[in-house]
């Protein structure tokens, strides 16, 4: 027999509304660098800044696609979307890097030419001062991305803020490559450049792609489960005999989270609904209200007196040997014998 405990809230308006200002501030930054990157390479015709450019246009559209992603995330389920619209933050991600790949390719079409057929670039001085300018920006900007996206467990800003600090080590790339062929004179060098920041970028988006399809699969999460099964722990009562079959996934910056609890055999309904109670309190308590947990309560079995701490049960058939501890391997395995 086993009952159900589910609860679910969802996100305060004010996690929701740093998200939409962050992400928003993102694309106005997003545009108006995009704009500098491109006066920069009009001043200089270098492929390097080119490539540059290009990955700021893939900003500006992930950019733009993360905002409504983000917005449409905020919106509590529906009878068509019932465990809400939170998927669309990895979907979002997925976007993201598969418009880096098309950057990269953008980038080796334009560079490959540069090595074979170099050209001149004037005013190489005042195209970098602006690119300079640009990743001093990024950087700024993928930061406070980074930890407006952890802070409100945001896989769309965390995707964000990744991609524009790459932004930061591609224009550091191209300041390098570019520098070097105002000392050397080798032209070559800008091609070289542009195809380096290319392959950078073309990892940066597989990376992304990959994070992305694990999201939209729910493929486990090791360090979720470990943060769980912490709290699980830390709040062990006596009467709570066992924990197995955890499972958790995220959808957007709301946690869901079911797992078996083995109670004793003794216990009324309402003595088992309250001891559920208090462990899914005790969960949701420590995700900040953004996390439903189901809980499926099992009346305990003859094998597990030796595990169970409740020393005064008159259903025990065995003496108690241990109370052992409730590790990330144990929660997560599947029921002993004859458990549902």
């Known amino acids: 027999m086993a009952t159900l405990n589910e609860s679910v809230t969802f996100a305060p308006m004010s996690s929701t509304r740093l998200r939409m200002q962050s992400i928003g501030l993102s694309v106005l930054v997003s545009i108006l660098l995009l704009g500098v990157k491109f006066y920069g390479y009009r001043l200089t015709g270098s492929a390097a800044i080119l490539s540059d450019a290009l990955e700021s246009i893939?900003?500006?559209?992930?950019?733009?696609?993360?905002?409504?992603?983000?917005?449409l995330s905020s919106r509590p389920p529906d009878a068509s979307h019932p465990y809400g619209h939170g998927k669309i933050e990895s979907f979002s991600a997925g976007f993201e890097g598969a418009l880096i790949l098309l950057a990269a390719i953008g980038i080796f079409t334009t560079a490959v030419p540069r090595i074979l057929h170099p050209v001149p670039l004037p005013h190489l001085d005042a195209g970098m001062y602006l690119i300079l300018s640009t990743a001093v920006v990024n950087a700024a900007l993928g930061a406070y991305l980074l930890h407006v996206g952890?802070?409100?467990?945001?896989?769309?800003?965390?995707?964000?803020?990744?991609?524009?600090?790459?932004?930061?080590?591609?224009?550091?790339?191209?300041?390098?490559?570019?520098?070097?062929?105002?000392?050397?004179?080798?032209?070559?060098?800008?091609?070289?450049?542009?195809?380096?920041?290319?392959?950078?970028?073309?990892?940066?988006g597989l990376i992304l792609i990959r994070k992305a399809f694990s999201g939209l699969m729910n493929a486990a999460d090791p360090e979720?489960?470990?943060?769980?099964?912490?709290?699980i722990s830390s709040n062990r009562r006596e009467h709570w005999i066992d924990i197995h079959q955890l499972r958790a996934w995220t959808s957007g910056s709301f946690v869901h989270i079911d797992f078996h609890l083995i109670l004793p055999k003794d216990f009324s309904l309402e003595q088992a609904h309250t001891e559920g109670k208090l462990l899914e309190k005790a969960l949701q308590e420590h995700f900040g209200g953004e996390a439903g947990v189901l809980i499926h309560l099992d009346p305990c079995l003859d094998l597990q007196c030796?595990?169970?701490?409740?020393?005064?049960?008159?259903?025990r058939s065995s003496e108690s040997t241990s109370m052992p501890l409730w590790t990330l391997e144990s929660m997560t395995s599947a029921a002993d014998s004859g458990q549902g």
């Open 58 to 71: 893939i900003n500006v559209i992930a950019s733009a696609f993360a905002l409504l992603s983000v917005w």
């Open 150 to 204: 952890k802070k409100t467990n945001s896989l769309t800003l965390i995707a964000d803020g990744k991609h524009v600090l790459t932004d930061v080590y591609s224009t550091a790339g191209v300041l390098i490559g570019l520098v070097l062929v105002q000392w050397t004179g080798w032209r070559e060098m800008d091609g070289v450049t542009a195809c380096l920041v290319g392959v950078n970028i073309l990892i940066s």
């Open 306 to 315: 030796p595990i169970c701490a409740r020393f005064s049960c008159p259903s």
């Open 224 to 231: 979720l489960l470990s943060e769980i099964s912490r709290v």
